[in-house]
């Protein structure tokens, strides 16, 4: 028996991995890919990241963020969205709200509403 099939079954003279369990076994995935590790592979898994949303409705297939917030509306979920507040500059601390005046408030709010919105 060839070490290829099935890989879940050890056979002697096979390599280490043909003794793995094949995370995906009804669909070609020879990475074995599982993000969540939840133990069903990428290649046949709806939710990659586990956070319970679909990868098909999730704004962030491969990043968990259940909340889904999407601040700018362009698609990306905010935890994966390089630029999530859509001022057009690229967020340096991940959380997508910036403040490059260091005045607390927001540079999406300042371009909205002005600097001395909120009294500074």
Not at 23 to 42: F, M, N, W
Not at 68 to 91: I, K, N, P, S
């Amino acid at each position: 028996m060839p070490c290829t099939e099935p890989v879940s079954r050890k056979r002697p003279g096979c390599p280490s991995s043909s003794t793995a369990r094949d995370s995906c076994p009804e669909v070609a995935d020879p990475g074995q890919r599982d993000l969540d590790r939840d133990g069903l592979g990428d290649a046949c898994d709806v939710d990659d990241d586990g956070d319970g949303v679909a990868d098909a409705a999730d704004g962030c297939p491969e990043d968990a963020d259940p909340e889904q917030q999407d601040t700018d509306g362009d698609g990306a979920g905010d935890a994966c969205d390089v630029d999530d507040d859509g001022d057009g500059l690229v967020d340096d601390d991940g959380d997508g709200l910036v403040d490059d005046d260091g005045d607390g408030l927001e540079d999406a709010d300042e371009a909205r509403d002005g600097p001395a919105a909120g009294g500074h």
